[in-house]
């Protein structure tokens, strides 16, 4: 190929609908750039004051980002200047229980949803979408006079119970499940399939990626709780990570050790840094593929 042709193709390249597209979008990609920056902003400022020795901290009189000396003292510090493996245990298993619970609920009822006719169904599913716009702040005295009144705060199921089921679940499965064509649960229905063999040997499996988008979602919002933790647990061997740090905020001898403070939120975020680093485009992908039918 000659010169002149190659830079006619380069420059009918240019010209092409698609790179004015990609350029279009520009300004697009730049807005969510900034954004996630200064998103990112106090994550970058809390990991570097992890590694700045207290003494720094206390005597500067400007605020700084980077440490002028680095220590991993802050670390040592959070991890054992209080039961802190103790409350990221309790934080994993009241973590797993809630994931766990409104990943199964969530399939069984999507697919019921679904799939099935029954009275009420249009009743029962306008109240689930209801829910939603419900707040927890309204429900939150309730479920504590509930759970207090059965005994079981400072207990895994005072901080699970309240958080089994999740109505955006239920919602985003029976999405999902509404774009199987109906064809194929009739075919096996006809081969003798029962519905729960249906439900778990052909819908689960084409569903991995819904699935798999909810139990991230499910399994953030469930590490990242506070206030209920807070107020159900008032034994240190039941509190999680991050009513933890919450209680090591202030030492009685010395000024906030905000550098151990900060450690310790590091610690708190790696599991879910982990997580949404590697899946956040499957976290995207099935959200966006569970709204394809209403």
Known sequence: MTTE?????????????????????????????????IVSIPIVIAFFISFTPLPELVQRANPEILPDNWTLDNYDTAWNASPFPRYMLNSFIQTGIITVAQVVFSVLAGFAFAM?????????????????????????IPNFVNISTWGWANTYQGLTVPFLASAFGVFMMRQFFLTIPRDLYDAAKIDGASDWYYLWRIMVPLSKGAIS??????????????????????????????????????????????????????????????????????????????????
């Open 213 to 294: 988008a909810f139990t991230i979602f499910a399994f953030l919002s469930a590490w990242n709780q506070y206030l209920w933790p807070l107020v159900i647990t008032n034994e240190e061997s039941m509190r999680t990570a991050q009513i933890g740090i919450r209680f090591f905020l202030v030492n009685q001898e010395r000024a906030t050790d905000w550098g151990a403070i900060m450690a310790g939120t590091v610690i708190v975020m790696i599991p879910t840094l982990i997580i949404f680093l590697f899946a956040q485009k499957q976290l995207v992908k099935g959200i966006a593929a569970s709204g394809l039918k209403g």
């Open 5 to 37: 042709a190659v830079a006619r193709t380069e420059a009918a390249s240019i010209k092409h609908p698609k790179a004015r597209r990609n350029w279009g979008d520009a300004p697009i990609h730049v807005a969510l750039l900034v954004i996630g920056l």
């Open 116 to 140: 099935f006719e029954f009275r009420f169904k249009n009743l029962l599913f306008g109240l689930v979408i209801g829910s939603l716009i419900i707040p927890f702040e309204l429900t939150f």
